[in-house]
């Protein structure tokens, strides 16, 4: 490389720069001496030199500061490390003398129009830097759709129904179905509502952190009582009902056992008390469905997977049954991974004992369901239902 070597000498005052070269070849960039005349003060040309040297009467060191091996630093940082001038829109951030001019500053959202000018960005957004002003993109998953920079990508595309997908794709739906967004794809899914006479019920309550797809009440002496929960169990459903007398009533309100089994054509097995779960006169429920006994056959102890392979809903009446096995991993495991349902099914306090409803919390407290007795007068009394778009309900 090619040094340039300087040395003043001093004719009447004044100074006046000698530049020596040796015949190695020319440096990839300028370099000037240290010393500079009054005219470089302003560092145009005083920058120090590749070997530096102290810096002159003026004091400046130079547009690109402290050279390679001394040189004191001159009052504007444009680079550094015995390096030149940057060009314009670049610049030396980092002061090492190996890389020069690193950053490009019109499109680095670490140094944004000058060094350490760093660009933020809103939740669900990487920043960027633009023509050396800061901005944000959002991620694919969300979206700016009102271009109001103060509330970021305030979108979410998977389930917005105004924005499925991309801003402004609307869904629609016809009728009283109402439209859903779903994975950034439209559906629709109905609106069901209707009423259920009780006389006597217990009561469901939930377990902290979990909540509902459907629920409903009935009202006795100016108090609300839970008496349906309906809701996902991993890849399953559940729905625990409160009232056995009228559970063929619950079957009749829609299709539910095509929503517990996820299948147009279900195979429904019942267990439990023979009165209120067995298919017949006393219980109105369906011949379609096919009663196990008071308690599940023992072929399926710790055999969840031939549960599910053999039924696709399981109905258990959980009171006045012998309860001599612990069902509670095989059945959750039954709805939780193999994508089957079960509807869980309790009366008030008398027909079912104490220990009943605690055996039916073992099974259901998977789902956060948790049964608990209830000792109502005995008087009807509504309960009115509104399923409201509940997830894979048609």
């Known amino acids: 490389m090619r040094r340039f070597l300087e040395a003043t000498l001093v004719l009447g005052g004044a100074g006046v720069a000698i530049a020596c070269s040796s015949s190695e070849q020319q440096a990839p960039w300028p370099t000037t001496g240290a010393a500079g005349t009054a005219a470089d003060a ?35 940082a444009g680079g550094s490390g015995g390096t030149g001038p940057c060009e314009p829109g670049t610049a030396d951030c980092n002061g090492n003398p190996t890389d020069g001019c690193e950053v490009t500053l019109d499109h680095d959202p670490s140094n944004c129009g000058s060094c350490g000018t760093v660009c933020s960005a809103p939740a669900h957004a990487v920043s960027i830097c633009t023509a050396n002003g ?31 997908g991309t801003c402004g794709h609307e869904c629609t739906a016809t009728g009283t179905d109402k439209p859903t967004c779903v994975g950034a794809v439209c559906g629709t899914c109905p609106v069901i509502q209707f009423s259920i006479q009780t006389m006597q019920a217990c009561a469901i309550s939930l377990l902290p952190g979990f909540d509902l797809d459907a629920e409903a009440f009935i009202q006795v002496g100016g108090t609300d009582h839970r008496v349906l929960a309906m809701d ?15 559970t063929h009533t619950l079957l009749d309100s829609f299709d539910v056992l095509r929503y517990l089994g996820q299948t147009a054509s279900p195979k429904v097995a019942s267990v439990g008390d023979q009165y209120l779960c067995k298919p017949g006169a006393v219980s ?74 605690q055996n039916m919390t073992n099974i259901t407290d998977g789902a956060g369901i948790v049964f608990e007795p209830l000792n109502l007068p005995w008087a009807p009394a509504s309960a009115d239902v509104l399923l409201d778009c509940v997830p894979d309900l048609d």
């Not at 810096?55 to 402290?66: D, I, N, Y």
């Open 42 to 76: 302003s560092g145009q040309d005083a920058e120090a030199g590749a070997f530096g040297g102290e810096a002159g009467a003026s004091g400046t060191g130079g547009t690109s500061g402290a050279g390679a091996s001394g040189g004191a630093a001159g009052p504007d």
């Open 134 to 164: 800061c901005g944000f993109e959002c991620m694919p998953t969300h979206g700016d759709c009102d271009h109001d920079p103060d509330n970021g990508c305030e979108v979410t595309f998977g389930n917005d129904v105004h924005n499925c």
């Open 232 to 246: 996902r169990w991993g890849s399953g459903h559940i729905i625990g009902w409160c009232d056995g007398t009228t």
């Open 284 to 357: 109105q429920l369906p011949s379609s469905i096919t009663w196990l006994g008071e308690d599940l056959p023992a072929s399926y102890h710790q055999n969840a997977a031939q549960l599910a392979a053999d039924w696709d809903v399981l109905i258990f009446c959980g009171f006045r049954i012998p309860w001599s096995t612990d069902w509670s991993a095989e059945i959750s495991s039954f709805v939780s991974d193999h994508g089957k349902g079960l509807l869980a099914v309790m009366e008030y306090e008398g027909v079912a004992q104490p220990q009943d409803f």
